[in-house]
């Protein structure tokens, strides 16, 4: 029986009923019976658990008793005055009293298996082991018990836990008396081990049951006086409190005990109601089932039918009722099984259609479009075979493409692939296709049209031809027969193939069509993709449609982010508004430079053209928008034009501190000179200060030279301290007399030597000093400069901090890019800091932005210490020995600067002569034999290296100084390195003048002294 059939329903209600009613009388009298033992049982084994309680309170009441009595005996006080006077035997008597004291007791009171008296340190002093005296064990001194001893107050005692012990079969309690004097002092203590046994014993004694077990046991902190019994498992447990102790007696039954009779009648019971209720239920079942079976006969042939067995039938005589019922439902099997075949069918028919649908969306190939067509149509319309020609795009040739028969559902090739007949011909195909109509024929032998078929063979007797129509003609024609069966093809079966290959003649031209937009599309949107301007797209409510890759790449959004938004994400707010106006006003905008912003809120200079189409006749305009980043071409024009700025300021430079040397080597010059002089105080300050003076204004030549003066990278062992105070003293007057900021040096004289240019990394300090002295350009409060220097575990630092505004946070990443700046316009090039953190990776360093102890600007320049084998720079040195006595001829069109050298010169016993002019210098040269000549770089038109040529054309060619103002000449700088002659810088020094003389004319005496000799 199946759980929902009716049968079963019935007796769910019916079967449970009756076995509820045949049990449930027994075992309502089970369960109260089963209840009164339980509460008799439960109350025996309480009223046992307080009788035992009664007891074991006597008992232990007794021992509290006895311990109070033996722990005030006079005995104890007697002993430990003796040994406190140091009575010895005396005590030992009173010792051995005690022992006698002790073991009298344990005889009389019989439960002491062993009692110990022990001093205040713990040691054992008198020992009664099972009621007789043990020597006790003076050296043996228990840790645990001298802890227990430390816890005794006066008139208090200890119980321990129960326990059991080696020595005795019983578990024990032991309890602790101490022994005090008048003032508190504990003298000793009374051990007594108490025996459980006579406890057990009794407990023992006492029955309800076979199973009955009491015993002792500790009582939990929170527990009941009066507890009801509990029930664990088979177990019925009932306890009492033993009062005035620790303890509690415990009383268990098994109630297996006393239900056993119970469960042998609740069995039996038990056994005698499932026999009836099984009677019952087999007597009900069958009378059931008989009284169904008609019923069961009618539904499975209700299931059989449902599950196609179309031709199922069903024949009952009786009851009335369910006869009446198998009549109707045999009636009705008739109907729908002639309706089902119908609509069978009908259903394949659409489901070919379907399938031949699906195909075309999905695969759009002409060849595999028009196979699909001809199984649908096979299949769809009840035909046995069918045939697919094609016509030819230019017309001319009707082409076989297969055969489809539904015996075997497959595409056969053999037989027609490749067979071609002309359009213009009399073959019924050719006249199918001319006419663009369906033909029928009913007896292809008796047909005139067929005589001419060059497929006649292949053709069955009854056969019908349609073509595929399209808008511009056939295109192709669908053969279809029922071969297998004979059977003539029907009016209606011809007029369902005439519609079904003009719509399948229309979907092979749609097909061709959708490939033709699909190949545009891709074409479309191929170049729209890759091209190198952004391309957005707009509809009619000007929101993006169309978002390319390179406007993904520009802007920084996600495609997905950006359709369905208007353009004003990307512009200005005004901007927006003002190009949508333009758009509206005169349909279009043309090369707009425009500003806009990326998603992280990057500026982009951008060229915008916004023109619109039309969609078509019935679609709304849209838009398109082409944007081109000019961003980086406006900045290699500014950094084009900055170069040319740049270029222009080095020359001025160089021109501005080439005419400055010459007065200023003449006022250093002079200034030395007058140093020598005998002066008066007054006089000799104001020299000093004319001197500092102008050494100071060479330095400042010279540093404007070193920032424009192009020089390999040589690496030398430098100090950042030193670089620090050169440094220093390029800036110092612009700093604190110019600007008025406080310069605070902290230079660590510890901190290691460096590997690097010294120029380079000057240059680095004065680019940071720089920046510092703009950013407390205005400022009011403090403003000052922290330069020091120190080392770290890795590097050697060197920091400069100010007490400006510092950088804002989100400008931090952007300060060392180049041409970034965020000072005004016109007052900054944005490449200080960029070429300085260049300059620092080149020597292996970093340089890091920082926020400084007052909120400045803080930037940390750390360079490695220098390895080894990297040489120093190399040092001045001395002057070269004096040599008196040489001619040497000055020439430079300075006049102070003429007689500056020609008093120097014959100040170091030289004989000097000069010459303004170069034909002035030629002449002296060639009238008497000079051993030097002093010749300037720059004389008016002509050039000192031309001087230089003719000079070493002489038979007796004196050796040649060249001096120029103009070091940043690097041509005339090669040249004279070409030619080897000594090159001496203007503005000099005394020093560096006689340095240079003295060491050519001693290298000309060490060149000629051979010759002399």
Same mark, same amino acid.
């Given at each position: 029986m199946r759980y929902n059939s009716l049968s079963v329903r019935l007796l769910l209600w019916i079967i449970p009923l009756t076995i509820a009613a045949t049990i449930a009388g027994p075992a309502s009298t089970y369960f109260i019976a089963r209840s009164v033992i339980m509460r008799h049982l439960e109350e025996g084994i309480q009223s046992l658990s307080d009788t035992s309680s009664l007891q074991a309170k006597s008992f232990f009441e007794q021992r509290h008793n006895d311990l109070t009595t033996i722990s005030h005996s006079p005995l104890f006080k007697d002993h430990y005055l003796n040994i406190e006077y140091g009575l010895s035997e005396e005590a030992e008597v009173y010792r051995r009293e005690i022992e006698n004291m002790l073991l009298d007791f344990a005889r009389r009171a019989k439960v002491y298996p062993h009692i110990s008296y022990v001093n205040a340190a713990g040691r054992e002093l008198c020992r009664v082991m099972d009621q007789r005296i043990v020597a006790p064990e003076p050296a043996h001194t228990d840790s645990t018990l001298t802890l227990e001893l430390k816890g005794l107050q006066p008139g208090k005692r200890r119980t321990s836990g129960i326990h059991r012990v080696a020595w005795h079969k019983a578990p024990i309690i032991r309890y602790t008396m101490g022994v005090f004097d008048p003032a508190g002092a504990l003298r000793g203590a009374v051990l007594f081990d108490c025996s459980l046994a006579p406890i057990y014993d009794a407990l023992g004694r006492l029955h309800m049951g076979r199973s009955t077990r009491s015993y002792l046991s500790a009582r939990p902190a929170l527990y009941a006086p009066r507890a009801s019994p509990r029930q664990y498992g088979d177990l019925v447990i009932a306890s009492a409190i033993v009062p005035a102790t620790p303890w509690a007696i415990v009383t268990t039954v098994r109630r297996t005990e006393f239900l056993e009779s119970l469960r042998w009648i609740g069995t039996a019971t038990l056994l005698l109601c499932v026999g009836t209720a099984l009677l019952l239920i087999f007597v009900i079942t069958r009378q059931v089932r008989v009284l169904l079976a008609p019923l069961y006969v009618l539904a499975d042939a209700a299931r059989s039918y449902a599950a196609g067995d179309l031709r199922v039938r069903v024949r009952i005589g009786h009851p009335e009722e369910t006869a009446a019922l198998a009549e109707s439902f045999n009636s009705m099997a008739d109907s729908l099984e002639h309706r089902t075949q119908d609509l069978e069918r009908r259903v394949r028919e659409l489901t070919s259609l379907q399938r031949m649908n699906e195909f075309i969306v999905h695969h759009g190939g002409l060849r595999e479009v028009g196979r699909a067509c001809l199984e649908a149509a096979v299949n769809g319309l009840g035909f046995d075979r069918g045939h697919l020609f094609w016509i030819e795009t230019d017309k001319s040739r009707i082409v076989g493409e297969c055969t489809y028969r539904k015996d075997a559902p497959s595409f056969d090739d053999g037989a027609i692939l490749g067979q071609k007949i002309s359009l213009e011909s009399s073959d019924i195909l050719a006249v199918t296709a001319r006419n663009g109509t369906a033909i029928q024929v009913t007896d292809a032998s008796k047909d005139q049209r067929c005589r001419d078929s060059a497929l006649l063979e292949h053709w069955a007797p009854a056969f019908c031809l349609a073509p595929l129509a399209g808008r511009s003609g056939a295109l192709g024609i669908v053969y279809v027969d029922h071969h297998l069966t004979g059977r003539p093809i029907s009016d209606q079966q011809k007029r369902g193939l005439s519609l079904f290959c003009a719509e399948a003649g229309l979907a092979i031209e749609n097909t061709q069509l959708w490939d033709a937009i699909v190949q545009s599309e891709a074409r479309y949107r191929t170049a729209v993709e890759n091209s190198p301007y952004a391309v957005v797209g707009l509809d009619q409510n000007l929101r993006i449609t169309l978002w390319n890759r390179r406007a993904e790449t520009l802007f920084g959004y996600q495609p997905t982010e950006a359709y369905g938004r208007t353009l004003a994400f990307l512009f200005e707010e005004q901007t927006y508004k003002l190009l949508a106006r333009q758009v509206e006003t005169t349909g279009s905008v043309r090369q707009a430079e425009i500003t806009g912003q990326t998603r992280d809120g990057r500026r982009l200079d951008l060229t915008v053209s916004w023109s619109g189409q039309d969609a078509g006749p019935r679609s709304a305009r849209e838009w398109f928008v082409v944007m081109e980043d000019e961003t980086e071409k406006k900045r290699m024009r500014a950094q084009l034009l900055q170069a040319e700025k740049l270029s222009a300021v080095g020359n001025l430079i160089a021109g501005v501190a080439h005419e400055l040397n010459n007065p200023l080597a003449a006022v250093t010059g002079f200034a030395e000179l007058l140093r020598d002089l005998p002066l008066q105080t007054e006089e000799r300050e104001d020299l000093r200060h004319l001197y500092h003076s102008a050494l100071r204004c060479r330095d400042i030549v010279q540093g404007l030279l070193l920032f424009v003066r192009k020089e390999k990278t040589v690496r030398h062992k430098l100090s950042l301290n030193e670089i620090t105070q050169a440094t220093i003293a390029l800036f110092e007057y612009r700093i604190v007399k110019t600007e008025g900021i406080d310069l605070e040096v902290s230079l660590d004289p510890q901190t290691p030597f460096v590997a690097g240019n010294f120029h380079s990394i000057q240059q680095i300090l004065v680019n940071l000093i720089s920046n510092s002295c703009d950013a407390l350009k205005g400022r009011l409060g403090p403003r000052a400069i922290h330069l020091r220097t120190r080392r770290s575990p890795q590097n050697c630092e060197l920091i400069v901090e100010d007490t400006g505004p510092g950088v804002p946070p989100e400008l931090r990443d952007k300060i060392f890019d180049p041409f970034y700046t965020s000072k005004p316009v016109g007052t900054g090039t944005g490449l200080g800091l960029s070429v300085s953190r260049q300059l620092t990776a080149e020597h292996g360093g970093t340089l890091r932005y920082e926020e400084g102890a007052q909120g400045g600007a803080m930037f940390v320049l750390a360079l490695p210490p220098c390895p080894e084998g990297i040489p120093a720079a190399t040092p001045q040195l001395g002057l070269p020995p004096q040599i008196q006595g040489r001619r040497v001829l000055v020439v430079d069109d300075e006049p102070d600067l003429v007689v500056l050298m020609m008093r120097l010169l014959r100040e170091d016993g030289c004989i000097a002569e000069a010459a303004l002019e170069i034909e002035e210098a030629r002449r002296k040269l060639g009238q008497g034999a000079f051993d030097l000549a002093i010749i300037d770089l &720059? $004389?008016?038109?002509?050039?000192? *290296?031309? +001087?230089?040529?003719?000079?070493?054309? #002489? &038979?007796?060619?004196? &050796?040649?100084?060249?001096? *120029?103002? %103009?070091? !940043?000449?690097? =041509? $005339?700088?090669?040249?004279? &390195?070409? +030619?080897?002659?000594? +090159?001496?810088?203007? =503005?000099? !020094?005394? *020093? %560096?003048? #006689?340095?240079?003389?003295?060491? @050519? #004319?001693?290298?000309? %005496?060490?060149?000629? @002294?051979?010759?002399?000799?």
């Open positions: &720059d $004389l008016g038109q002509a050039r000192g *290296t031309e +001087l230089l040529h003719a000079a070493r054309r #002489l &038979d007796c060619a004196p &050796d040649c100084i060249i001096v *120029t103002g %103009d070091v !940043l000449n690097a =041509p $005339l700088a090669a040249e004279v &390195d070409r +030619l080897g002659a000594p +090159l001496l810088a203007k =503005p000099f !020094l005394r *020093t %560096d003048f #006689l340095r240079v003389v003295r060491a @050519s #004319l001693g290298e000309r %005496d060490r060149r000629n @002294s051979p010759r002399g000799a």
